[in-house]
């Protein structure tokens, strides 16, 4: 199911929500597009390339796409970026510590030139005159992880942060959403210095949306509020399994 997030003078942001199957992680797609052309966000797995490919058309031809953005190099996140690197001539975008990592998933050859690198701290990049801003997101939960910010439509995409596997499409109770969103992010990411780092820098941006990869979407500048509240708060990764580091019985 595809959703208009935000849509105005040629500014649209579309929400692919869960083409996945089976035993699969449950995972969203975004897409970003700007007087024509698109950046497609995390586009998936294999099986969701398909999906994904024919979903698009309704929106955005897949040979407008501008750019490809991985914020990390998990599988539900990589997997099909040859099948769009080779019908399309966009350029995707990772953490310079994932390029040659992302190879090993089938990346022909003569496209491994379009697979373009971010530096650790970030960059901005011109959608067809709409600046976003790749930010810094590293440890949540990957080494190499970032995060997109488009101002126009002011949604944060903070990929595996905030993610929570639950059937609803926008988080209501926020408190009650959180028993939901404590075991992945206790497990998954991996540092309470990048969590209050992350939520300080987030701070200064004018947020109405933030939108995980997986599950519910935090909507209202209340509710980011206290999802980046929570955030700063966390002690998760290390410091959450510390009783686990010991020889097994």
């Known amino acids: ?23 699969m992680v449950s995972a969203n797609q975004h897409l970003i597009i700007h007087n ?21 058309p309704e929106f955005l031809s897949p040979s407008a796409l501008e750019y490809l953005f991985l914020s990390h190099q998990d599988p539900d996140i990589v997997a099909s970026i040859n099948g769009w690197l080779m019908v399309t001539e966009a350029d995707a975008y990772m953490s310079a ?21 971010i530096p650790d701290e ?9 600046e976003l801003l790749i930010i810094p997101a590293h ?21 595996d942060l905030g993610a929570a596997l639950v059937d609803y ?3 209501e109770d926020f408190d009650a959403h959180t028993t939901h969103m404590a075991g992945f992010h206790n497990r998954y990411m991996a540092s309470s210095t990048a969590c209050r780092l992350w939520a300080k820098m ?6 109405e949306i933030i939108a995980p990869q997986h599950g519910a979407i935090f909507r209202g500048k209340q509710m980011c509020s206290n999802f980046i509240d929570w955030v700063e708060k966390l002690e998760p990764g290390a410091e959450a399994m510390q009783d686990v580091y010991q020889l097994p019985a």
């Open 122 to 130: 970030g960059m901005r990049i011109n959608l067809n005159g709409c």
């Open 202 to 207: 987030v701070r200064g941006l004018d947020i």
């Open 169 to 171: 499409r926008f988080v």
């Open 97 to 117: 510590i994932w390029r040659r990592f992302v190879a090993h998933f089938g990346v022909d050859g003569s496209v491994m030139d379009r697979m373009k690198t």
């Open 1 to 23: 199911m595809a959703d208009v997030l935000y849509e105005q003078d040629g500014h649209r942001n579309i929400f692919f929500e869960d083409f996945t199957e089976g035993e």
């Open 36 to 56: 024509g052309k698109g950046m497609l966000l995390d586009p998936g797995g294999h099986k969701v390339y398909s999906k994904i490919f024919a979903a698009m």
């Open 139 to 159: 440890f949540l939960h990957s080494a190499g992880n970032f995060h997109v910010y488009d101002p126009l439509s002011k949604i944060l995409y903070s990929g």
